[in-house]
């Protein structure tokens, strides 16, 4: 008789839990639709407002957090962006939510012009959605800006280093001239030294 009554009650805690869970997302759900609505109207700070109201109240519920990321994202506030797309790929279980994620990470990075990590984060959408040609597409964009980046890097370096070489071959010639103009001075020292000696020996 007693395991059965230890047995009912996990039971009913259990469901008493999963209800619990459930009515906490159906209150989020009307945030999360009012956020959604505003953003597709471009209204990305409003949009922010009713995600982070929905997260107050279910702070794990990754609807509200991947799409606060793709508001903050809009406003062109990539950083703070950033570790919220983190934390869905740290703490998802669902691969889609995970993938989509690593694509928007890849988005932010680019963004920022950190191509190398943008790259990163676009293979590993890929590993997780392999067909995804929007993925595809900015893998290819971000390894050719980073290929531009690198020669840019190169062509900036090549130039201040003809820049530096035409300073010293300038500080050479400049040494040279001097040396040149103190061996003038000296001999046009020594010729009037000369001249002053021919001059006395005269008078």
Known sequence: MRKHSILYWIIC?????MAVQASAQND????????NDLFKKG?????????????????????????????????RNYKEADPLFGNLIKNS????VKANSYYNLGNTLLSQKNYESSIRAYINSLRLNPN????????EYARKMLKKQKQNKNNK?????????KKDQNKNQNKKNDNKNKDKNKDNK?????????NKNQN
């Not at 989020?28 to 956020?35: D, I, Q, T, W, Y």
């Not at 279980?93 to 889609?96: I, W």
């Not at 020594?190 to 021919?198: G, L, P, S, V, Y």
């Open 157 to 165: 370096n090549n130039k201040n280093n003809k820049n530096q070489n």
């Open 13 to 17: 805690l259990s469901f008493g839990l």
């Open 132 to 139: 995804d040609y929007n993925t595809k597409y900015n893998l």
């Open 93 to 96: 279980k669902d691969n889609p």
């Open 190 to 198: 020594n010729q009037n030294n000369k001249q002053n000696q021919n």
């Open 43 to 75: 209204k990305y700070s409003d949009a922010e407002v009713e995600y982070r109201k929905a997260l107050e109240k279910n702070p794990k519920y990754e609807k509200a957090q991947f799409n606060l990321g793709d508001a903050i994202y809009q406003e």
């Open 28 to 35: 989020v759900r009307p945030l999360v639709r009012k956020g």
